[in-house]
């Protein structure tokens, strides 16, 4: 693998430098240190924004994470711009040609549609886009389409429409909303099987921001903007489960989370306080929990291969009964509509399905480990392994629901008895008897 090898200025300090075609600049020099951990080194890859050059320097944009130790095993990245000035103009176009081959070799992305929610979280998603996303992404040299959301369901509408051959991937400056919004788009397109394969980016700007905290959390980055923007920057990507729901004739498609009962209750009815951000999620559940109600219904699902089982099985005949009675069945499908529409029902007549009937505070399914910053009902949720973990919650009275909610900032919660922890294959029903009775299932 080709080397270069030069004597140079880093930041008016001679030093003797290298840098391989794998995107590793190393120096040697007794007088700098980058900083007292790099031993003279930066890796262009994964610490670099972009790089600029101008007559017989370039100029480094980096975004290094050992600079300053934050609580916790993931660190703060520090943005700051390393100049290399060379002795002459050719061994400086030589290096900029280097760096920039690794970078084309590197898979990041050159164009990006970024659509910005203004109405989301604590309205600041303008904000972020202008003050964070903006500056990084065009260090990077990535060109940027923009386009405000301006209603609910405005998101779908332009994924379904976008012409995809113009971008790299989309990047969603909101909560996980507008997220799951482009995906349901997608997935509703002529050509989802391609138009699924889109790169999604998601930089937190919501109330919950559960999959970005999720997707940072798994690549040890602390959780910020500036990180986000920069893990799209990088090109990082992470393949990702998606449940589709059908509810009646409604039919969606999820990436995060679903609830019913108390989970549910919460999000729905602090909607009016929206304006507090995420802080609407914690006065609701006080509310909630001081007037506790109970939902009568059941539960039905698929548990994974070797994981804890709850509840009662059911034989072939109850499970195909159930499925019946559901308004699914392997021939009768009214919701399709184009697009895609989940797997067969076929397979799942002859599968192990389980039962829990009576009464339960709240169901909770989860796709990730988060559902917001500082919110991790499923530790043990993958992003791709074909489960939904559910957590079910029965007979527990209000003072322990409190401790069992506070616990789900570490996800120390799934150790209460109160607590039912199941890892379930992405096929499940759960029914509802309520005065208007609602089925909803996952595929």
């Known amino acids: 693998m080709e080397t270069l090898r030069e004597d140079l200025q880093l930041e008016k300090h001679r030093v003797t430098a290298t840098f391989s075609l794998s995107g590793l600049l190393q120096w040697e020099t007794e007088h700098y240190s980058f900083h007292k951990d790099s031993k003279g080194a930066l890796d262009i890859k994964n610490d670099v924004i972009g790089f600029s050059r101008g007559g017989s320097s370039i100029t480094l944009h980096t975004f290094n994470q050992k600079s300053v130790q934050c609580w ?23 290096w900029y040609n280097a760096m920039q081959r690794v970078y084309d070799n590197s898979g990041r992305p050159r164009r990006l549609l970024v659509l910005v929610n203004p109405f989301g979280g604590k309205n600041l998603g303008k904000k972020v886009f202008a003050e964070v996303v903006e500056p990084l992404f065009k260090k990077a040299g ?97 393949t990702l489960d998606v449940a589709t729901v059908v509810q009646g004739q409604v039919k969606y498609h999820s990436i995060l989370m679903l609830s019913w009962g108390f989970v549910a209750d919460v999000d729905f009815e602090s909607e ?31 548990p994974a291969s070797g994981a804890e089982k709850a509840g009662e099985p059911l034989t072939g005949q109850e499970a195909t009964s159930l499925l019946e009675r559901s308004g ?22 002859s599968s192990e399905w389980r039962s829990i009937e009576g009464t339960f505070i709240y169901i909770w399914a989860q796709n990730v480990p988060y559902a917001a910053e500082e919110v991790m009902p499923a530790p043990k949720a993958k992003f791709n392994d074909g489960y939904l ?42 029914i509802f008897s309520t005065s208007s009775p609602s089925w909803i299932r996952c595929l």
């Open 142 to 238: 990535i060109e940027i389409t923009m386009k405000e959301t301006e209603h609910h369901s405005h998101a779908k509408e332009l994924a379904k429409s976008v012409e995809l051959s113009k971008y790299d991937g989309i990047v969603c400056v909101s909560g996980d909303g507008v997220l799951t919004e482009v995906v349901n788009g997608l997935l509703e397109r002529a050509d989802w099987e391609q138009a699924i394969q889109m790169p999604l980016g998601i930089i937190p700007a919501g109330t919950g921001n559960g999959m970005a905290k999720s997707l940072l959390e798994s690549g040890n980055e602390y959780f910020n903007q500036a990180n986000a923007a920069f893990a799209i920057i990088r090109g990082c990507k992470q």
């Open 72 to 94: 916790g095993s993931a660190q703060k990245r520090v943005e700051r711009d390393v100049t290399l000035e060379f002795r002459s103009n050719e061994a400086c176009k030589d």
């Open 272 to 302: 009016k306080f929206r304006s507090l951000g995420d802080l609407r999620i914690d006065l609701w559940a006080v509310v909630r929990v001081l007037w506790l109600r109970e939902y009568t219904g059941s539960l039905a699902y698929i």
């Open 389 to 430: 973990d559910l957590i079910v919650i029965r007979n527990c009275p209000r003072w322990k629901l409190v401790g069992i909610l506070l616990g789900m900032k570490n996800g120390q919660h799934i150790k209460s008895k109160y607590v039912q922890y199941i890892k379930s294959v992405c096929d499940f029903i759960m």
């Open 328 to 349: 699914e069945s392997d021939t009768d499908r009214t919701w399709r509509k184009g697009g895609y529409y989940g797997p067969t029902a076929s397979p799942l007549h």
